[in-house]
């Protein structure tokens, strides 16, 4: 049986409001196999956004600690998560968060510059004409459709072909036939490389295409099954 590469051990979250204290999670317990896939289902404020960034380290936990790969995030300062991170996690949010002032080429080149990656500008190329965006390089995302935008966030994200890939409702602005589009782009990659893929979606067609799904309702774990081939 394949390790756990990302824990989550009696994870909380909890912020301070004008109204009190607000819990955003709560006794937070699973663990996600290297290589498998996860899909994090719940309605709208249930806190996947916000479990999806404790796990990828862009956050910290009121209670609790994330393991990834073996390594407890809260044993790091911010540097040092943020460098964790450059080396094992890719992400890919679901505002897409390209820099407006870069190219698509540029958006995806940035992470391979800091990764001090070789020949970064071929290897951005050709993962954005993987993704069928290799006419739209030169372009920025202002001049780019949701969907590609979406396709160029990917690119971004598995351009250091990170161990690890988060993705906050990936299909969740996009119209059907474009979703399944990015949905088969996701899972392919993460064949390719045998990433760990986990995923924050209300999409339950998207969730079946994982190896496991996980329920949150108002910051609370419900229920945690194995996928049903059947289901």
Do not use: W
Request: net charge negative.
């Amino acid at each position: 049986m394949s390790r756990a590469f990302v824990e989550a051990q009696n994870l909380g979250k909890q912020v301070i409001t004008r109204d009190g204290v607000l819990t955003l999670l709560h006794d937070i317990n699973f663990s996600v196999e290297a290589g498998t896939s996860l899909a994090i289902l719940g309605t709208s404020g249930s806190g996947k956004t916000t479990l999806l960034g404790l796990l990828a380290g862009l956050d910290t936990p009121t209670e609790g600690e994330v393991i990834l790969d073996g390594q407890a995030l809260n044993t790091f300062d911010e540097d040092g998560r943020a460098q964790l991170r450059a080396e094992l996690v890719g992400f890919v949010f679901q505002n897409f968060q390209l820099l407006p002032g870069l190219t698509a080429l540029e958006n995806v080149m940035l992470p391979l510059e800091l990764a001090q990656t070789p020949h970064p500008r071929e290897t951005a190329s050709e993962l954005l004409v993987r993704v069928g965006l290799g006419e739209r390089l030169h372009h920025y995302p202002n001049q780019l459709s949701g969907g590609e935008q979406q396709r160029c966030a990917i690119a971004r994200a598995f351009a250091t072909q990170p161990r690890c890939l988060f993705a906050d409702e990936p299909t969740g602005n996009l119209d059907s036939k474009t979703g399944k589009r990015i949905i088969a782009l996701l899972f392919e990659l993460n064949s390719e490389h045998g990433t760990t893929l986990i995923m924050a979606t209300h999409d339950h067609n998207l969730s079946k295409m994982c190896h496991r799904r996980l329920y949150l309702d108002a910051g609370h774990i419900i229920d945690s099954p194995a996928i049903d081939p059947h289901d």
